[in-house]
């Protein structure tokens, strides 16, 4: 079963901006937050950005600025807006249910997206 569905991602020219959605089947677990994640190629997975039930946010440095988490509660769904995008910004993107709150670090117990690709030509 598919926890997270994602959408969105694609190929967009650089300076561009996309929108990733994630639909969660699921409440965020408590003491969790949900949270975006990326995987380069050749390079770790490393986190982009997570949002608490309340509407806080944090951000990774290379991502203040030029990337946005949002979320909608009722519908239990967690956008990524990310805005002038670069190529190093190319990568599979994933979201996750089980950032521990306050941090930017994936809990033991967390469910992932399938992963959206988003490269820049």
Known sequence: QDHLVQSG????????????????????PYGYSMG???QGPGKEREAIAAI???GDALYANFAKGRFTIS????????Y?????????????YYC???????TLVVGPFAYWGQG??????
């Open 9 to 28: 991602g694609g190929s967009v020219q650089a300076g561009g901006s996309l929108r990733l959605s994630c639909a969660s089947s699921r409440p965020t």
């Open 36 to 38: 975006w994640f990326r």
């Open 52 to 54: 608490d039930n309340d």
């Open 71 to 78: 979320k909608d509660n009722a519908k239990n769904i967690v």
């Open 80 to 92: 990524l807006q990310m805005n002038n995008l670069k190529p190093e910004d190319d990568a599979i």
């Open 96 to 102: 996750t249910d089980g950032v521990v709150t306050g």
């Open 116 to 121: 959206s690709q988003v490269t820049t030509i």
